[in-house]
């Protein structure tokens, strides 16, 4: 892990966070500490790209992300994609299609396997 000269910016590192739109790893991936209210509260943005379909981003607040947004660039704004005609500005995750009750439950906010982004169905 390196930082960068922002000392709650850390680069180079790994995310389990994926491309929502071609499941690739993400290049330049950036994580910022974004610091927490309690000592036990996980505040991040993590930020990556992918070389085929741009940077995306999300927040983790203790649990996993509920969504992956496209953005212009590391912790900038959204951008809309389009997919099959189909304007999309975010990619739900599956963890957010979990009951409440689930979602309640204390989990490792970095297992991958809740931040894979729900099946879209015009996504190729």
Known sequence: MV????????????????CPICDAA???????????????????????????HGWFQTEVISRPPREIFAVD????????????????????????????SARRQRVDPFDPKYWRVRHHTNAG
């Open 26 to 52: 993400l290049d330049n991936v950036l994580i910022r500490d974004l610091g927490g209210v309690t000592a036990d509260l996980i505040w991040q943005l993590h930020a990556g790209e992918c070389p085929e």
């Open 73 to 100: 660039r590391p912790f900038g704004v959204a951008r809309r994609l389009v997919i099959d005609g189909e304007e999309i500005y975010s990619f739900p995750t599956v963890f957010n299609d979990l009951p409440p």
């Open 3 to 18: 930082t960068s000269g922002n000392s709650r910016d850390n680069v180079r590192v790994r995310t389990p966070m994926r």
